[in-house]
């Protein structure tokens, strides 16, 4: 999120000196004279894709062929002007920032479920924030439609960016919405998404060079001085009382906005007068969080919000993803054979690093005496525990099998996190050399290994892993999920019968997606329907206890 109020501030106050309008084509062409490389645009993907694609209805079921146009068109107006876009997706929540995540994911709880309310009352909804996307859509297009390379971070997505464009010397901006940015001074220009047009390809920059210069202080100060403004480490309440004795009095502590054009020449000069460039971050903390409290009881307590957001500036918490020291342990091993995927979800360091899951909010109603559908995070569970299984096999003898994980979602306001049994594989499996392994004899074991952490059923019976291995490997490797729910509705749920089975995998295996096709997903849950079954079979994959009360 950012400074609050901070972009604000240069939008108003510093227009045309820190804040003014550019091409991209023209700093991407300049860029690439001087340098004699290909530049790269490293864009904060969730940021970026809500500005450009705002306006779509997600409420009523959601535009992707809309979504899709619009995205594949930047993607392509980017390459058009000589760049290449490398997205970055957002890793877990890391552990100094959980109250806040837990206060933002109850604030959405509220909104989504008064937007449930008013469609109970049939009103209509013009919301542009209700809706989500399917997990993984994002990516799928930016993959497979716009063969872009893709990074999900493995923990904090802003640092992840900086610290990769630092390390990068052909990155010619990063293009985001979040002042973080302009703290971090990593690339040679921050470029807004918010104001980004594509009839000209042009957009806003925040200069961090430019920010340091108008308010009199060196840029290498830029991190104390963003922690010192408030961030989602330190909140701005802790910082009131500091900011009204370093400008004396001009800045009042109970005025709710802050008068950056008092507060920063104030700081920088507190800065200068009690801080070195010699200092560790750890002694910058020690000598920085007396002057935030009086209290000695919360001088402790200050020094670690300090220290928690100089080492966020400093980039002390992640690599750039380029540059990592060989993974050594199993479970290092694991996550850097798991982070090759365009597709890799960041449960997998939750679990593996901090052993907890954590879910979003989903657009359903919770709170209506109508409702008599579990929620999704619920229905989801079977499915969550067997994937943590997996991962946690390799430390299974010393976990033991009761051992539960904290799963934290919030479903009302009082049910922020709960303890979550997790569902050992009842086979010998190990998941790293798996996933390493191409070996045409590896598929029985990847087969019956994904049927189980799919539908929770060991179907290890020769005759049943011949008749679907036959079926299976004739469709196209993006579909096997797919085909996987065929035969789990027709073996375990026993809602297909056999002839409509064989003729929906003639039909998958006669059919090859192409990069142009919409998602293979969507494209044969539309089959299913022609065959009379709800789109609400998918959930049949995630809890049998529910299952036939989903099958129209």
Not at 20 to 31: D, G, L, N, R, T
Not at 79 to 91: N, W, Y
Not at 165 to 185: G, H, P, R, T
């Amino acid at each position: 999120m950012g400074i609050k109020g901070l972009e604000t501030y240069m939008e108003q106050s510093l227009k045309g000196t820190v804040c003014y309008s550019v091409s991209i084509e023209k700093i991407v062409q300049e860029f690439a004279e001087t340098n004699g490389c290909s530049p790269l645009i490293l864009i904060d993907a969730p940021s970026t894709l809500t500005f450009l694609t705002e306006g779509l209805d997600w409420v009523c079921g959601g535009q992707y062929s809309e979504y899709e146009k619009i995205v594949v068109n930047f993607v392509s107006t980017i390459r058009k002007c000589g760049a290449e876009p490398v997205f970055f997706f957002d890793g877990p929540c890391q552990a100094p920032k959980r109250e806040l995540w837990v206060r933002r994911r109850v604030s959405k709880f509220h909104y989504l479920q008064l937007l449930m309310k008013k469609i109970r009352k049939g009103e209509i909804v013009e919301d542009k924030k209700g809706g989500l996307l399917p997990t993984g859509y994002e990516k799928y297009v930016l993959t497979e439609m716009c063969r872009c390379k893709v990074v999900t971070s493995a923990k904090e997505c802003d640092e992840e960016i900086a610290a990769y464009a630092k390390s990068e010397a052909n990155v010619v901006a990063i293009m985001a919405q979040d002042s973080d940015f302009l703290i971090y001074n990593a690339a040679p220009y921050y470029l807004s998404s918010k104001h980004l047009d594509l009839t000209d390809l042009s957009t806003k920059v925040y200069s961090s060079s430019e920010f340091a210069n108008v308010h009199k202080f060196d840029a290498k100060w830029l991190p104390v001085v963003g922690a010192l403004l408030g961030n989602d480490y330190i909140p701005l309440d802790v910082l009131r009382e500091f900011y009204q004795r370093v400008t004396n009095g001009r800045q009042n502590k109970n005025t709710y906005y802050i008068s950056f054009d008092k507060v920063i020449p104030a700081v920088s000069e507190f800065i200068c007068e009690h801080l070195s460039v010699d200092m560790t971050v750890e002694e910058m903390a020690g000598v920085i969080a007396p002057h935030l409290t009086q209290r000695r009881e919360q001088k402790s307590k200050t020094e670690q919000l300090v220290c928690n957001a100089l080492r966020s500036y400093f980039l002390m918490n992640c690599d750039s993803g380029i540059t990592d020291s060989a993974p050594e342990t199993y479970k290092e091993k694991l996550l850097s054979q798991l982070r090759k995927s365009p597709n890799f979800s960041p449960m997998a360091v939750q679990v593996l690093e901090n052993m907890f899951v954590e879910h979003n909010n989903a657009l359903e109603d919770l709170t209506s005496e109508l409702n008599t559908f579990k929620a999704s995070v619920l229905i989801y569970r079977g499915l969550n525990s067997r994937y943590i299984g997996l991962l946690l096999n390799h430390e299974r003898s010393s976990l033991g099998d009761d051992f539960c994980i904290d799963e934290y979602s919030v479903l009302s306001d009082d049910s922020v996190i709960q303890q979550v049994k997790i569902s050992f594989p009842p086979f010998e499996v190990d998941l790293l050399s798996m996933c390493c392994s191409n070996d045409p004899a590896s598929r029985s074991s990847k087969l019956r290994t994904l049927f189980w952490a799919v539908t929770g059923n060991d179907q290890s019976e020769h005759c049943y892993q011949s008749e679907l291995e036959t079926k299976l490997f004739r469709v196209d490797p993006k579909l096997f999920i797919c085909a996987l729910l065929l035969f789990y509705l027709h073996k375990v749920e026993r809602v297909l019968q056999m002839p409509e089975v064989e003729l929906l995998f003639l039909y998958l295996s006669i059919w090859t997606p192409s990069p142009n096709t919409s998602s293979n997903l969507i494209w044969v849950i539309v089959s299913l329907e022609r065959t009379q079954i709800t789109l609400q079979c998918i959930w049949l994959l995630c809890s049998t206890g529910e299952s036939r009360r989903w099958v129209g």
